[in-house]
């Protein structure tokens, strides 16, 4: 158990609260701060936090005499950078969703904060927890693939999800919040970095915005449109089916279903994909070049119907392939003396009831451990910020 950590959440959306729920015991939550009053309101009663804690405003609270031991900034991706470099500047330990920043210069203004200051800072870069990666690592290292020679990594976003974030959502936008490279993929590319340990050498990307443009023939609001059957359907997905409305925070006197109704008749999430003013790409390919002569292909998918991982790891004894669900290892028959036949399976792994679990099957908790581990002992967080930096490189310069 550790002593008494007090800390404050900047950003009271839906990652921090997953943050939350993983707590250890001995960590406490003394101060939220959060611009959206209804959802300050709401996280003042579900943390436990007075009033007098609760800050709508990130100037004011910094302003203030407040005394912590950390901080979790879950804010907008834009102002990541600038928060924790003001946490750090203050003494504080910083766990930092990703992406951390949106240029070199702001990063290492924040790694040279928070050397001065002698803080940790960690990144919120769950896929270096999730059992699933992991054991894709361990494969490797055990070097049952040979040398690898070229990573082919591809990420489904899935309908609900990109209609939902990336083009009616708080992530539409490159001058809010980004680059969707950067803000969707910079865990996949940290992935592939740490699963390689290799370094980033030559970096050429290249994406459109193919799908989800303006179509006047369409209805402004799905409410008003008589293709229920369309994938994109915001009455579908929101009042049907009831998903991805866990950001819908409802007021005192206000059900859920009032909630619902006012977007679908008049919000952002009612909108129609093909009415929205989003300018992000759907689709996104990126080629690098890394250290060890290895190939890297990445591909964002953003406008086909299927949402996950996939990944092909080819190397000179096997070949390894990863389907969100499924790990298997082929043998390509390389000639060497204790090969075995090309076609041959040499692995095979179901990990579907364990990527089914919550928090990314653990991850998310295993994450947020870590760091107040690290706090605790004074030591570096096993997503460093350090570490996650060469991984930021690569979607800077992919565009």
Not at 231 to 241: G, K, M, Q
Request: proline letters at 5%.
């Amino acid at each position: 158990m550790l002593q008494q950590v007090e800390i404050a959440v900047i950003g009271v959306g839906n990652r921090a609260r997953k943050y939350l729920t993983c707590l250890p015991a001995g960590v406490k939550v003394k101060y939220l701060v959060e611009p959206d009053l209804v959802r300050l309101g709401l996280g003042s009663k579900r943390y436990g936090v007075p009033a007098e804690n609760c800050y709508a405003s990130a100037d004011a609270f910094f302003a203030a005499p407040v005394e912590l031991d950390a901080v979790i900034v879950a804010a907008p991706d834009r102002l990541h950078v600038s928060l924790a470099t003001k946490a750090v500047q203050r003494g504080w330990h910083v766990l930092v969703e990703k992406p951390v920043a949106a240029s070199e210069e702001e990063y290492m203004h924040l790694l040279d904060a928070a050397a001065a200051s002698g803080v940790q800072v960690g990144v919120c870069l769950e896929m270096r927890f999730y059992p699933f990666f992991k054991r894709i690592k361990e494969i490797c290292r055990f070097g049952s693939l040979g040398q690898i020679l070229e990573i082919e990594h591809t990420e489904h976003i899935g309908p609900d999800r990109m209609a939902h974030t990336f083009v009616r959502g708080l992530w539409s936008r490159v001058e809010e919040t980004g680059p969707i490279f950067l803000s969707k993929c910079c865990h996949d590319a940290d992935f592939i970095l740490w699963l390689t340990g290799a370094d980033v050498l030559d970096v050429k990307g290249s994406g459109s915005l193919s799908k989800f443009r303006h179509d006047p023939s369409t209805p402004f609001y799905c409410i008003d449109c008589k293709k229920r059957t369309c994938p994109y359907s915001a009455v579908r997905l929101y009042r049907d089916r009831r998903e991805w409305i866990s950001g819908f925070d409802v007021p005192a006197g206000l059900t859920l279903g009032d909630v619902i109704d006012a977007e679908l008749h008049g919000g952002r999430y009612g909108r129609c994909v093909y009415h929205c003013d989003n300018d992000v790409y759907d689709v996104q390919d990126v080629e690098a070049t890394l250290s060890g002569g290895i190939k890297l292909l990445m591909h964002l998918e953003g406008v086909s119907d299927i949402e996950g991982r996939t990944t092909v790891i080819r190397g000179t004894e096997a070949v390894l392939e990863a389907d969100r669900t499924h790990i298997k290892v082929i043998a390509i028959g390389s000639g060497s003396p204790d090969a075995q036949p090309a076609g041959t399976v040499l692995l095979e792994e179901d990990y579907s009831s364990i990527v089914a679990l919550p928090l990314h099957a653990g991850a998310d908790r295993l994450l947020v451990e870590d760091f107040f581990d690290a706090v605790a002992n004074n030591r570096t967080p096993a997503a460093s910020l350090a570490s996650a930096l060469p991984a930021h490189k690569l979607c800077w310069l992919a565009g």
